[in-house]
C-alpha cells in the first residue's frame, strides 16, 4: 500500500512557473514507476509525465519542453517543475504510483493522491 501526498498547487500568473512535489509513504518507493496527471473541468484525466523506476521518463506533446518531473528516492518524493504556465494548464493535478507494467491510461494506476488545483490567470 502507498499513501502520496501532493502539495504545490496555488494560483500563478500566466508565463510563470510552479513545482509540485508528491510524498509517498513507504519503503519501496523506488520500485514504483510515479506519474503526473491533471484533471480539466469537463474533461477526463489525462497524463502529463511518468518516471519509470529504471529512470526513464515520457512527456505528454502538451507539456513537453515545459514541464520536468523528477524523483528524489530517498526523500520517497517526485517533483512535477511547470514552467512557461499557461491558462489552459488550469486543473487538479494528481500523482499516482504503480509497480509493473505501466500505460499512459489513467485507469492503469494503482495508487493517486487526493490533487492539488493550479490555476493559471491570464
Known sequence: ??????????????GGPLRLSCA???RTFRSYSMG??????GKEREVLA?????GRTYYADSVK???TISRDN??????????????EDTAV???AAK???????????DYWGQGTQVTVSS
Request: proline letters at 3%; aromatic letters at 16%.
Open 1 to 14: 500500500q502507498v499513501q502520496l501526498v501532493e502539495s504545490g498547487g496555488g494560483l500563478v500568473q500566466a
Open 99 to 109: 509497480r509493473g507494467l505501466v500505460y499512459t491510461n489513467y485507469r492503469n494506476w
Open 65 to 67: 519542453g515545459r514541464f
Open 74 to 87: 530517498a526523500r520517497s518524493t517526485v517533483y512535477l517543475q511547470m514552467n512557461s504556465l499557461k491558462p
Open 24 to 26: 509517498a509513504s513507504g
Open 36 to 41: 503526473w496527471f491533471r484533471q480539466r473541468p
Open 93 to 95: 493535478y494528481y500523482c
Open 50 to 54: 511518468i518516471s519509470w523506476s529504471d
